[in-house]
């Protein structure tokens, strides 16, 4: 079992940056494929940006590609998403989600997921 919680989300101006977190519970941390989506208003939930086990592997979004960076630190299990150049179309609520199971790096499949975290955009 693992509980992931997410922070950082807020309200931010086009250009801006934001820093969101993601704390997971458990001892399996380092076993699990971490993911961050998000989904908008009316739209279908999205997969932003994913990190293998070991960090060696990561995928992005072609949209977030060059703004968005994704990072763990297992010592701490954690996982991070650096969000440079903020664009209103980021606007969105933020999950964060574990994979225990091993599958491709760009799976949408995840066996656990965080309450969300609100990110908003201004023009």
């Known amino acids: 079992q693992v509980h992931v919680v997410e922070s950082g989300g807020g309200l931010v101006q086009a250009g801006g940056s934001l820093r969101l977190s993601c704390a997971a519970s458990g001892r399996t941390f380092s076993n699990c494929r971490m993911g961050w989506f998000r989904q908008a208003p009316g739209k279908e939930r999205e997969l932003v940006a994913s990190i293998s086990r070991s960090g060696v592997f990561t995928y992005y979004v072609d949209s977030v590609k060059g703004r968005f960076t994704i990072s763990r630190e297992n010592a701490k299990n954690s996982v991070y998403l650096q969000m440079n150049s903020l664009k209103p179309e980021d606007t969105a609520v933020y999950y964060c989600?574990?994979?225990?199971?091993?599958?491709?790096?760009?799976?949408?499949?995840?066996?656990?997921w965080g309450q969300g975290t609100q990110v908003t955009v201004s023009s």
């Open positions: 989600a574990a994979d225990l199971t091993v599958r491709k790096i760009d799976s949408y499949d995840y066996d656990y």
